[in-house]
T-cell receptor, first 114, second 109 residues
């Protein structure tokens, strides 16, 4: 693994189903983030984690949950998917959240909820 | 929270210059980022400003005025591969990023 990866690449899901989007980074970054990107709205923060064992809510957390059991993994779970959760989901990581360095983005997961 | 505004679309000719403006209202400021995003791909970092002034990186430059809540990204000597969305993002006092909706730049031959 090099950098930050996400799985699956894309998924079609029936409404009401449970789904976990996976995100793994091998850069030993402390901070990790989940965004959704919708046309005309840009990237919106769903949840974040500043370090393993801690999580926080972003701008649009409802319907989503996260966990951060270790430094490398930051899964996003939709407990009961709804059509409004159709979006492209990006995971990102940052060494510490501070400083001049940028966030690094994964390739994204395109999710369609029918 | 943050309120970040940038134009929706811009069109320019190959070899020309385009300036993408971004205005923001912030509840804490720890820097402004510009990202490039090609269709179907992840955003990639272009520039970072935390102090007032101009940062130049090859064909791309970014300017910041904190007192005016204003930044711009300048793309010079436009190439076809510069056709993409350009995202302005502000980092707040809690070190989280808030993004504008993005500006789609189309470069025409």
């Amino acid at each position: 693994i090099a950098g930050i990866t996400q799985a699956p690449t894309s998924q079609i899901l029936a409404a009401g189903r449970r789904m976990t989007l996976r995100c793994t980074q091998d850069m030993r970054h402390n901070a990790m983030y989940w965004y959704r990107q919708d046309l005309g709205l840009g990237l919106r923060l769903i949840h974040y984690s500043n370090t393993a064992g801690t999580t926080g809510k972003g701008e649009v957390p409802d319907g989503y949950s996260v966990s951060r059991a270790n430094t490398d993994d930051f899964p996003l779970t939709l407990a009961s998917a709804v059509p409004s959760q159709t979006s492209v989901y990006f995971c990102a990581s940052h060494p510490s959240g501070e400083g001049t360095d940028t966030q690094y983005f994964g390739p994204g997961t395109r999710l369609t909820v029918l | 929270g943050q309120n970040i505004d940038q134009p929706t679309e811009m069109t320019a000719t190959e070899g020309a210059i385009v300036q993408i403006n971004c205005t923001y209202q912030t509840s804490g400021f720890n820097g402004l980022f510009w990202y490039q995003q090609h269709a179907g791909e992840a955003p990639t970092f272009l520039s970072y400003n935390v102090l007032d002034g101009l940062e130049e990186k090859g064909r791309f430059s970014s300017f910041l005025s904190r007192s005016k809540g204003y930044s711009y990204l300048l793309l010079k000597e436009l190439q076809m591969k510069d056709s993409a969305s350009y995202l302005c993002a502000v980092r707040d006092g809690d070190y989280k990023l808030s993004f504008g909706a993005g500006t789609t730049v189309t470069v025409r031959a």
